[in-house]
Structures are given as structure tokens and as C-alpha cells.
């Protein structure tokens, strides 16, 4: 039953995030050659942002979690690869990219999609609501 719920969740997220003329569908261009990252382990958000998150599935390549931050809490620098994210329940947030180089202060409502190309991020919860995301990080092979 898990891995239903777990299917259903991923293939709802992939027709969310395929809807690109949706005005609640958000592209982050993180930088011009997103290709270049490579796979770090270490910089894994599973790994890094083990505190807040739980997986949820990793198959084919598709690791899906809920990430969830309380107000306050913060998060530390972690890499994406390409990776769709869900609001489940919105809040306000700072986040620095660093391929961007800057800190934004981001509004994330309930039910917004975002859809990245690889990136790695950090940032902190600095509403006053707990923020709950669904993402899902793809690991696919990057041609130049």
C-alpha cells in the first residue's frame, strides 16, 4: 500500500510539473552550464538535510522525500540534481543558491511547483509557519 501511495504521489508531481503553461509552475535557472555538478554524496540532501527529511521512495534514479522545517530552523548547503519540488504546506523562507551567488526571500504558497535544473542551496525558515515540501531529485546522466 506504501508503494502505491508513494507511485501515485510521484506520477501526480510529474503531471504537476509538466504543465508548463500553469502560472503556479516556478523554473529556477540557476546558471548558464548546470551541467557541470557532479555527484557528491556528501553534498546529498538526504544526507545533509537528514533531520529534516524523510524518503519516501528511490527508484530509477528518483529519490523522493518530504522535507519539512519548522520556523527557525535552518539547513545547511547541499547539491541537487535536476528536481521538481510541491509545497504541501507553504511558508516563508530565505534561500541562497550558490550558483547565484545571493540570498532571496522566497513566499512559498500551498500547492506551488517548482521545477530546477542541478543547484546546490542552503537557507532557513523565517516565517512563522512549519514548511512541508515533497521533492523529487532526478539522477540522470548530463550531456554538455
Known sequence: MKKLIVLSLMTVLL???CQKTS???????ASNDSS?????PAMEPLTVG??????LGDTLGVKMYEFTVKPGESWGLHAHPDHTVYVLEGG???????????QDTLTLPTGMALISGPLSDSG?????T????LVADIYRPRTK
Open 130 to 133: 512549519t514548511i512541508k515540501l
Open 124 to 128: 532557513r525558515n523565517v516565517g512563522n
Open 23 to 29: 502560472k503556479d509552475v516556478v523554473t529556477i535557472d
Open 50 to 55: 537528514a533531520k529534516f527529511s524523510k524518503k
Open 92 to 102: 516563508k523562507m530565505a534561500l541562497f543558491i550558490k550558483e547565484v551567488g545571493k
Open 15 to 17: 503531471l504537476v510539473a
Open 36 to 40: 557541470s555538478l557532479a555527484y557528491d
